[in-house]
């Protein structure tokens, strides 16, 4: 089943709470960033990458020339998962069997591991409104938008490149590093950070798709 074809979901993890996208707030410079699922901060404003992290996204934004409030913003899962860990919305072929659940292996595995069918709707919700907002470029914020956007693995391997989108392949796909990624000590990449905000932002004034 393509993924433009699922069902809404009837019961997607309603024990988590969850975040809606951003919609621009000032004229839209068609730049749709996309992060990983929101935190504590997110769940409270119902807002993407609005805590520390997305305060440190904010600057590198603004560094690179590119107004946050001109974007759309979105996450791979708009749920929170237990203890902010993006892992449990995958699984080993293993593990799903002994818990009983489906696994949506047409989407390739991340590390390994495939998403658990039941969240394969936020991958199709996230298809559908890249399909509808048309923007210019997508900024793929981290491991898990890279694989959800792409199909590629490997964050450290990827940043900085422009790959074609899964769901359009004219579409531009900006790799860059998760600001938590940063965060936990890797300030040397700062200035590498904000070169592919750049790109991003170079990328949406010269695209027509």
Not at 131 to 144: F, I
């Amino acid at each position: 089943m393509s993924l433009a074809a699922r069902a809404a979901p009837q019961s997607v993890a309603t024990e988590w709470p969850m975040a809606a996208y951003a919609s621009p707030r000032a004229a839209w410079n068609r730049v749709l960033i996309v992060g990983e699922a929101p935190g504590a901060e997110e769940i409270r404003q119902n807002q993407p990458f609005v805590g520390r992290s997305g305060q440190l996204l904010d600057k590198a934004l603004t560094e690179a020339g590119i107004d946050r409030a001109a974007c759309f913003v979105a996450n791979v899962f708009r749920y929170q998962p237990p203890g902010n860990k993006v892992d449990h919305f995958f699984a080993s072929r293993r593990a799903a069997q002994q818990a009983g659940e489906a696994l949506a292996e047409e989407l390739g595995k991340l590390g390994g591991k495939f998403c658990r069918a039941r969240y394969a709707d936020e991958i199709a919700h996230l298809q559908a409104t890249i399909v509808a907002q048309r923007p210019a470029v997508l900024l793929a914020v981290g491991r898990t938008p890279l694989w959800a956007l792409t199909g590629a693995d490997g964050i450290t391997a990827h940043a900085g490149q422009t790959l074609p989108c899964r769901f359009i392949t004219a579409l531009p796909v900006v790799v860059t590093y998760h600001p938590s990624y940063i965060l936990r000590g890797n300030w040397r990449l700062m200035p590498e950070w904000v070169a592919h905000m750049r790109q991003a932002r170079d990328l949406a004034a010269t695209t027509r798709l």
